[in-house]
């Protein structure tokens, strides 16, 4: 069983930043593969970023490719989103996944395990 805590989401202005962390319980958080994923109102939930259980492997939806930065910290049971140069269209909920997989995968039936979210809002 894997428990998912997600933090620092925020009120920020266009072309500021935010760093989300997710924190994990259980010992075998490296194993997994992680994922934050957003859903905006009357969107359908997209995977933003994902990082295989190594950190050696990681994706990017096009739209925050050069923004957005994804990282886990084994040390720590946390994963990372660092984001850049926010956009109004960033403005979500914000959600961590773990997959047991351990592989890259950027489909959300693959995670089994969920955070609560996050609320981002970029304001123009």
């Known amino acids: 069983q894997v428990q998912l805590v997600e933090s620092g989401g925020g009120l920020v202005q266009a072309g500021g930043s935010l760093r989300l962390s997710c924190a994990a319980s259980?010992?075998?958080?490296?194993?997994?593969?992680m994922g934050w994923f957003r859903q905006a109102p009357g969107k359908e939930r997209e995977c933003v970023a994902a990082i295989n259980w190594s950190g050696g492997s990681t994706y990017y939806v096009d739209s925050v490719k050069g923004r957005f930065t994804i990282s886990r910290d084994g040390a720590k049971n946390t994963v990372y989103l660092q984001m850049n140069s926010l956009k109004p269209e960033d403005t979500a909920v914000y959600y961590c996944?773990?997959?047991?997989?351990?592989?890259?995968?950027?489909?959300?039936?693959?995670?089994?395990?969920w955070g609560q979210g996050t609320q981002v809002t970029v304001s123009s």
């Open positions: 259980g010992r075998t958080f490296s194993s997994y593969a």
């Open positions: 996944a773990a997959s047991n997989r351990g592989t890259l995968t950027t489909m959300a039936s693959q995670y089994e395990y």
